[in-house]
């Protein structure tokens, strides 16, 4: 059971980053995966999430329009696109899995049993 985050990065405010999440195991068939991110001295707090065939996604108003999720299920990959980054966008962002049999869309991280360790995201102003 693993997930590994790849693509953080430091980059200037308004620049693209597109992040990658590869999962192994059986959480290479979760049905619902998600990002989310912690910057210092806060909880850790959702980003974005979507479902197995990527028809359903909900994503934290603060990244609407700006973030895109997507994902490949022959990949077992899940995608982070962060467009039009800025200052408050840094934090280490972190993969989840909700598990192979869970297929409700949720955006509390009490509902993701399976993490991974994350990647640094650094937005300069």
């Known amino acids: 059971v693993q997930l590994q985050a790849y693509g953080g990065g430091l980059v200037q405010a308004g620049g693209t980053l597109t992040l990658s999440c590869v999962a192994s195991?059986?959480?290479?068939?979760?049905?619902?995966m998600g990002w989310f991110r912690q910057a210092p001295g806060r909880e850790r707090e959702f980003v974005a999430v979507?479902?197995?065939?990527?028809?359903?996604?909900r994503y934290a108003d603060s990244v609407k329009g700006r973030f895109t999720i997507s994902r490949d299920n022959a990949k077992n990959t899940v995608y982070l696109q962060m467009n039009d980054l800025r200052p408050e966008d840094t934090a280490v962002y972190y993969c989840?899995?909700?598990?192979?049999?869970?297929?409700?869309?949720?955006?509390?991280?009490?509902?993701?049993?399976?993490w991974g360790l994350g990647t640094q995201v650094t937005v300069s102003s």
């Open positions: 979507t479902d197995w065939s990527g028809g359903i996604t």
């Open positions: 989840a899995a909700r598990g192979t049999r869970v297929t409700v869309v949720t955006t509390s991280r009490q509902g993701y049993y399976f």
């Open positions: 195991g059986r959480t290479g068939a979760s049905p619902v």
